[in-house]
C-alpha cells in the first residue's frame, strides 16, 4: 500500500494542499500539514496535490 507523505523540511506551509482538498491535508495543533489516515487514498487527488505543490514537498511512501 502506498500513502502521501508531507516532507515537513521543505514545506513552506503555504497550504495549497489542504484548500485543495481539506478531505486529504489538515494543518495540525502544532501547526504542520498532516495527511489524514484513510484506509484508500484517492490517487488522483494525492497526485493533483503533488503536482501543484510549490515545494514539492508531498510524495507517495510505499508501507
Known amino acids: 500500500m502506498k500513502v502521501p507523505v508531507v516532507d515537513m523540511i521543505d514545506c513552506t506551509l503555504c497550504g495549497g494542499c489542504y484548500e485543495m ?3 486529504l491535508f489538515r494543518l495540525n495543533d502544532a501547526g504542520f500539514i498532516e495527511v489524514a ?6 490517487t488522483d487527488e494525492v497526485d ?5 505543490c510549490p515545494q514539492d514537498c508531498i510524495h507517495w511512501e510505499e508501507i
Do not use: Q, S
Open 21 to 23: 482538498y481539506p478531505e
Open 37 to 42: 489516515e484513510m484506509e484508500c487514498y484517492p
Open 48 to 52: 493533483d496535490a503533488i503536482k501543484h
